[in-house]
């Protein structure tokens, strides 16, 4: 079975700092991969994705991410974080199965210092 | 685009009581439909999905149960719940493209 990793589980930066937060996966395969990201008392939202095409996306809010296929990656990165992405980020795998289902990262706590 | 219905946004149920989680979505049709569960610390579990009516597919052995009476209706129950069954869960569908999902506001349970 397919699982997704996120290492770090709290992250906690001053604005302006650099980010990025890891994902690995463990299929082998074709895989569809997202980030979603859920501000304090809100919907879990998409931030972007990756189906095919240039491994390098961009999302919404100034972030991106890489898909690194021989490294089983697909890391999340914004140059210069704000206050307002304090949140907390899921990396998501969708590998093609009958259900078109999701398997989660345990997610990572991003804490920005004003 | 869809909208994702989750009701009621907060519940607090003894133990050994019943529930029944319901989730409608507006603005898409045929959608497969999936029922999460957040942990603190621990992502987000699947628990069920349908990709039509009355077709469930269970991803984990547990003490709840999913159905889909409606193609834009799907409901999440238990007949006695556990300790254990405490958490954010959380409804989600796929909108024109399946490989893409988006979620509801979630309810949170408590179970004492």
């Known amino acids: 079975a397919q699982s997704v990793s996120q290492h770090n589980h709290h992250v906690i930066l001053s604005e302006a700092a650099s980010l990025e937060l890891g994902c690995n996966y463990s299929?082998?395969?074709?895989?569809?991969l997202f980030w979603y990201v859920q501000y304090p008392g809100q919907h879990l939202q998409l931030l972007l994705k990756?189906?095919?095409?240039?491994?390098l996306v961009k999302g919404i809010k100034g972030f991106e991410a890489e898909f690194i296929k021989s490294k089983f990656s697909f890391n999340l990165r914004k140059p210069s974080v704000q206050w307002s992405d304090t949140a907390e980020y899921f990396c998501a795998v969708n590998a093609g199965n009958a259900g078109n289902m999701l398997t989660f990262g345990g997610g990572t706590r991003l804490m920005v210092k004003p | 685009s869809q909208t994702i219905h989750q009701w009621p946004a907060t519940l607090v149920q003894p133990v050994g009581s019943p529930l029944s989680l319901e989730c409608t979505v507006e603005g898409t049709s045929n959608p497969n439909l999936y029922w999460y569960r957040q942990a603190a610390g621990r992502g987000l579990q699947l628990l069920f999905y349908s990709v039509g009516i009355g077709q469930i597919s269970s991803e984990v052995p547990q003490n709840l149960s999913a159905s889909r009476p409606q193609d834009r209706q799907f409901i999440l129950s238990s007949k006695k719940l556990l300790l254990s069954d405490s958490g954010f869960y959380l409804c989600?569908?796929?909108?024109?493209?399946?490989?893409?999902?988006?979620f509801g506001p979630g309810t949170r349970l408590t179970v004492l």
């Open positions: 299929y082998g395969g074709t895989v569809n």
């Open positions: 990756y189906f095919s095409g240039d491994p």
């Open positions: 989600a569908c796929t909108g024109t493209s399946l490989n893409e999902q988006f």
